[in-house]
């Protein structure tokens, strides 16, 4: 096997836009999964005029609900169905569906006959949508009615363990084409990684985008429907299954075309880690640099489950976020020196077989300050940093590093107090009483608190502060891209930044830990 195909599922309710869909995907795929029970039921007549419909092999598929599907009609009526679909096959075997998906407790011999007289393979599934499948090596050996078929396996991963099992039992799977997914969040991964699994397909859904303008359309068509029609689905329906990427995504972000056997894999780590730019950053950088490698999310509820995962798929570079900065610790060998100044670790790595911690945000964000400000230190710089979070304490290692007097100001003034100390910095409490300090140290304010993270109105962690114009801004926020402290800041003639380079750097930096190799130029990279 050269390399997982990518399987685009199709949930549309008419065939007329899963067309569409095809037709807008069909560069970053290599087949389709018709998913028949998803369509209108009139729809459902049509289907054997599919593969005719559209230029790639498709998978007839009419999953039932207990497997995660929308069919409810029962056996009877899907015998017919399937037989529906295999109908009038012809020697153009371009013309027929390429595979079925039949479940493994699904045994129609006459069926099975057709599929196979007329070159249409056979997928003979086990979904389980609720808990982890654990003995997968010696499933494939049952699962499969003949030695033609390909086994998929398929199942809700409870926690990253089970994930791991799934790579370690993948390994002991000889001369049997599989699919093997682990659905979710926690499985994404194995989306990802299809070509290291031995996995013969993944399955993406279309962008959400794409299926809400799909559901629109079919709202519309169905308000025309007897609202008893059995054919009104769920208008929240979105991707086939739970933890699909699209194929967009896929292709582009995590360079899908090019992982195989032996591409080396590093990642992100942390929980619930929703959305990571991480994987764009180094991924772009791997491919710039020409290196075999792909940087993947890895949702883990501990850090021993990420570290044993690192541990399987031979990762010696993980990145770590909220909330394992600190708890990682006590799995560490060796941590750096200022790693334990700021008492969080973000970065990983595996060096003479044990685990080494550093943290790379310290510099991430000295490096985006410099590039702010113009300049290589803070001498004669008075400093406001806001907050005393996790940011904070890599703000405050910089500062000092950078030579600036600092004052550090939070809504809880004993972690103000301590961080303070540590740097020999000065500390008040977030208060409007305080706003005569903050004046004092207002050159630079740097904004650390999550506050301006939400859309609020009273998103503003200092709205008691009158920006005279000539502060500089820096809010290591960066999503949204301008908070409404920097909005204001901007709207007073102050200099304002956000912190989406200092995120950027500080992946740099763990590009060259993890490879050895310079960061690409970022000028003309797209991130
Ligand atoms: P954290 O450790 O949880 O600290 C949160 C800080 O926000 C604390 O100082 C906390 O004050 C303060 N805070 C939260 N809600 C508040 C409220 N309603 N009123 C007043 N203060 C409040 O979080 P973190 O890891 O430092 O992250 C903070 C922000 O920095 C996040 O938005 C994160 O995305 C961003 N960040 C950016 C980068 C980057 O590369 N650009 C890197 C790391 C973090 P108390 O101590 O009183 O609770």
């Not at 799909?214 to 009104?232: I, M, R, V």
């Not at 730019?277 to 850090?303: F, Q």
């Not at 004052?407 to 540590?422: G, H, P, W």
């Not at 859309?455 to 962690?461: G, I, L, Q, R």
Request: hydrophobic residues 35%.
């Amino acid at each position: 096997m050269l390399r997982s195909k990518i399987c685009l599922c199709l949930t549309a309710p008419t065939l007329e836009q899963d067309v569409k869909l095809v037709e807008k995907y069909k560069n970053w795929i290599d087949l389709v999964e018709l998913r028949v029970d998803c369509l209108n039921q009139d729809q459902q007549l049509l289907i054997r005029e599919f593969p005719k419909m559209i230029d790639l092999p498709a998978i007839l598929t009419i999953r039932r609900k207990s497997d995660g599907g929308n069919y409810t009609q029962g056996e009877g009526a899907r015998t017919v169905l399937f037989a529906k679909g295999l109908s009038f096959a012809t020697l153009d075997q371009k013309k027929n569906f390429a595979y079925i998906d039949m479940e493994e407790d699904f045994s129609i011999p006459s069926l099975e006959e057709a599929a196979r007289a007329f070159g249409t393979r056979i997928i003979r599934s086990v979904h389980n949508i609720s808990a982890p499948i654990t003995n997968i090596s010696e499933l494939v050996k049952t699962i499969p009615h003949s030695s033609d078929e390909i086994c998929k396996i398929a199942f809700m991963p409870k926690t990253l363990s089970d994930v791991t099992n799934l790579y370690r039992e993948a390994k002991k799977i000889k001369n049997q084409d599989v699919i093997l997914i682990a659905m979710g969040h926690y499985g994404v991964s194995t989306r990802i990684l299809a070509s290291k699994l031995g996995s013969l397909l993944t399955f993406t859904s279309p962008k959400q985008e794409d299926l809400i303008f799909t559901n629109k359309e079919f709202q519309e068509a169905s308000s025309l429907q007897s609202p008893n029609s059995d054919s009104l689905k769920n208008e929240t329906q979105t991707s086939a299954a739970p933890g699909q990427l699209d194929p967009i995504t896929l292709s582009e972000v995590y360079n899908f075309k090019s992982i195989n056997k032996d591409t080396k894999v590093f990642g992100v780590t942390g929980f619930p880690l929703a959305a990571t730019k991480s994987p764009l950053i180094h991924n772009i950088g791997y491919r710039e640099k020409g290196i075999d490698a792909v940087y993947i999310p890895i949702p883990a509820a501990t850090p021993q489950d990420a570290l044993n995962f690192a541990e399987e798929l031979n990762i010696t570079g993980l990145s770590v976020t909220v909330p394992h900065k600190e708890t990682i610790r006590p799995y560490l060998s060796q941590i750096s020196e200022v790693a334990d100044a700021i008492g969080s670790t973000n970065t990983v790595m595996k060096q003479d077989n044990l685990w080494y911690g550093t943290n790379t945000d310290a510099t991430g964000f000295s490096k985006a300050l410099i590039e702010f400000l113009g300049k290589k230190n803070l001498r004669f710089c008075k400093v406001a940093i806001i907050g005393a979070g996790g940011a904070a304490k890599a703000v405050a290692n910089a500062i000092r590093e950078l030579g600036g007097k600092a004052c550090i100001f939070n809504r809880t003034v004993e972690k103000a107090k301590e961080l303070a100390l540590q740097y020999k910095f000065k500390w008040a409490e977030l208060s409007p009483q305080n706003n005569y300090i903050l004046e004092k140290y207002s050159n630079l304010i740097i904004q650390t608190t999550s506050i301006g993270m939400t859309p609020k109105e009273d998103a503003d962690p200092i709205p008691f502060y009158t920006f005279k114009g000539t502060e500089s801004l820096f809010d290591v926020i960066y999503e949204p891209a301008e908070t409404k402290l920097m909005k204001r800041a901007k709207e007073s003639g102050c200099k304002t930044t956000n912190g989406y380079r200092m995120l950027i750097h500080q992946g740099t930096l763990q590009f060259k830990l993890y490879t050895g190799v310079d960061y690409p130029p970022l000028e003309g990279l797209s991130i």
